[in-house]
């Protein structure tokens, strides 16, 4: 069985760094790009990136380049969305999903339970 | 970008009725490259429809999805009581991939 088990909700001070995970586990995580989605309250998602654990090749939307960074672990079948600096725009619940259908262009096929990040 | 507008916001149903979601994008969009998910409130987005008319595993056969180019319609042909929930549409032809807003199907 597919699965994403994403790291649990955080609460930060505006300035904080912040780095949240999402396991995959039952595939081979190295085979398939793993993205990440924000929802901002009562809003529709936004895709915010991909990677492909195999070579950490990654794929960004510009409006996110350089407020995070992605990276991933396939030692451990971990992908991790990262922050040096949060803000209070970045309180939202952060989704990871698994890219399925043509490489790194498809749609997310499972996803991650979501975290929640409260900047206060 | 390829901006995605779904309408209706609000579709005010009743179980047993047809619901009909459309969503418009800013430029062509390839139909294997368009995905429908259903979200409930607090949980994450569920894959319905890839490949604007593909049903992803066990998902029941009253949705379906149809279109090409620029126009995309998810139908539930008998609303069931677990359908009410929020849907949104997904290009992931072009980058950045985008979804729509969103059409929240409610009970009248």
């Known amino acids: 069985e597919v699965q994403l088990v994403q790291s649990g909700a955080e609460v930060k001070k505006a300035g904080e760094s912040l780095k949240i995970s999402c396991k995959g586990s039952?595939?081979?995580?190295?085979?398939?790009?793993i993205g990440w989605v924000r929802q901002m309250p009562g809003k529709g998602p936004e895709w915010m990136g991909i990677i492909y654990p195999s070579d950490s090749a990654i794929k960004q939307n510009p409006s996110f380049e350089g407020q995070v960074t992605l990276s991933a672990d396939k030692s451990i079948n971990t992908a991790y969305l990262q922050w040096t600096n949060v803000k209070a725009s970045d309180t939202a619940t952060y989704y990871c999903?698994?890219?399925?259908?043509?490489?790194?262009?498809?749609?997310?096929?499972?996803w991650g339970r979501g975290t929640a990040v409260t900047v206060s | 970008e390829v901006v995605l507008t779904q309408s209706p916001g609000t579709l005010s149903l009743s179980p047993g009725e047809r619901a009909t979601l459309s969503c418009r994008a800013t430029h062509t969009v390839s139909s294997i490259y368009l995905a429908w998910y259903q979200q409930k409130p607090g949980q994450p987005p569920r894959l319905l429809i890839y490949?604007?008319?593909n049903r992803a595993s066990g998902i029941p056969d009253r949705f379906s999805g149809s279109g090409s180019g620029t126009d995309f319609t998810l139908t539930i042909s008998r609303l069931e009581p677990e359908d009410f929930a929020v849907y949104y549409c997904?290009?992931?032809?072009?980058?950045?991939?985008?979804f729509g807003q969103g059409t929240k199907v409610e009970i009248k």
């Open positions: 997904h290009q992931y032809a072009a980058s950045p991939r985008t």
């Open positions: 490949g604007a008319s």
């Open positions: 039952g595939y081979s995580f190295s085979s398939y790009w």
């Open positions: 999903g698994r890219v399925r259908g043509g490489g790194e262009n498809g749609y997310f096929d499972f």
